[in-house]
């Protein structure tokens, strides 16, 4: 009888623990369904650009020299081009931040779009172009640095809208059309950037031209040495705060022309050149030359 009772109670035990890991590997079934449930889709990624109210269309591009970088571009509407120029700002770093939240799992290592272009006409350059830590306003040669969530103060948005909008959406690349650019044209609209403490950096700090969009033609001779592509360390140490920001500044546009994916803004290889040009070896090194060597050394320039 004592048999029976051991054997009845061993089954008994062996059934609850079969039950209770049975249980347990249901559990964690349902658990990985909803942790998949939960990954996005690229169709509901693009369900979610077609319902924007402002977006008439959008295209994704992975680049092939780089698999780990996602491309975003959109071509906005009418409505959304009447919108002020500051509203246009505010509401394409919304959406940026906002995108990158919810799609997260379908971008590659950094979890964030590399560079979102925005279109506001068939143009053949676009509007905006917006970064993680920087949005630029392509034919007005501006940008603004920003940290993530960073919202500017009244006087920045101000200031944003002192731009001359004709001049935003023509749809050039610092004042100049592809056919310019392809000739090797300097630049015809000199720099402006906003920094993510808000202060206000190049043309517009300068006072060369009330309007940031349009370029002072008074101020051309003044500031063509900051162009010229032959320009080394020994001019380096000799320019002026804004000389400087001009020359990396023109260094960079040619580098992006050329397939450059750039990560920071002027300030970080302006400071690199300083450092750069403290060696006698490294005088007779060009500018431009010298923007590259840094970047590509320090890992915040990709091709």
Same mark, same amino acid.
């Given at each position: ?50 319902? +924007? ?75 905006? %172009? ?80 009330? +309007? ?6 008074? +101020? ?43 990560? %920071? ?8 050149? +300083? ?29």
């Amino acid at each position: 009888m004592m048999k029976k009772y051991f054997l009845a109670a061993s089954c008994l035990l062996f059934l609850t623990a079969c039950s209770s890991e049975s249980e347990e590997k249901v559990d964690a079934t349902e658990e990985e369904e909803e942790v998949a449930e939960a990954v996005p889709t690229e169709e509901e990624r693009d369900a979610y650009l077609d319902s +924007n109210k402002y977006i008439v269309e959008h295209e994704h591009e992975t680049p092939s020299e780089n698999q780990n970088q996602v491309y975003l571009t959109i071509k906005m509407n009418e409505e959304f081009a009447r919108l002020k120029i500051s509203e246009q700002y505010l509401y394409l770093v919304e959406f940026y931040e906002d995108y990158n939240e919810k799609f997260k799992d379908l971008l590659p290592v950094y979890s964030f779009l590399n560079r979102m272009k925005v279109y506001l006409n068939d143009t053949e350059f676009p509007a905006y %172009e917006v970064y993680a830590k920087s949005f630029h306003f392509v034919a007005a040669n501006f940008g603004i640095d920003r940290n993530t969530g960073q919202i500017p103060d009244n006087e920045i948005l101000i200031l944003i809208d002192t731009l001359d909008k004709k001049q935003v959406m023509s749809g050039t690349y610092n004042g100049l059309t592809q056919a310019e650019v392809e000739t090797g044209a300097e630049p015809k609209v000199r720099p402006t950037l906003i920094t993510s403490s808000g202060e206000v950096k190049g043309a517009l700090a300068s006072g060369v031209s009330s +309007n940031p969009g349009v370029q002072s033609s008074s +101020n051309n001779n003044e500031n063509n040495d900051t162009y010229i592509k032959s320009a080394n360390g020994y001019n380096w140490v000799k320019f002026t705060g804004d000389q400087k920001f001009e020359a990396v500044s023109n260094a960079l546009y040619w580098l992006d022309r050329k397939g450059y994916t750039i990560l %920071e803004s002027e300030y970080y290889y302006i400071s690199a050149l +300083n450092e750069f040009y403290t060696d006698p070896s490294t005088m007779d090194t060009a500018i431009n030359q010298a923007v590259a060597s840094v970047g590509i050394m320090s890992n915040t320039m990709t091709k």
